[in-house]
């Protein structure tokens, strides 16, 4: 970064915002399933 922390709220936003979104669309995650 060259100093634009403008950028940092928007990035921020934008990472949590894709964070959730796949949580939401993938409920069923391969850590939860036992393997046999």
Do not use: E, F, N
Not at 21 to 29: E, K
């Amino acid at each position: 970064m060259t100093g634009q922390y403008a950028l940092l709220p928007g990035l921020l936003m934008a990472s949590v915002l894709a964070s959730v979104l796949s949580r939401t669309l993938r409920q069923d995650s391969i850590y939860r399933h036992h393997l046999t």
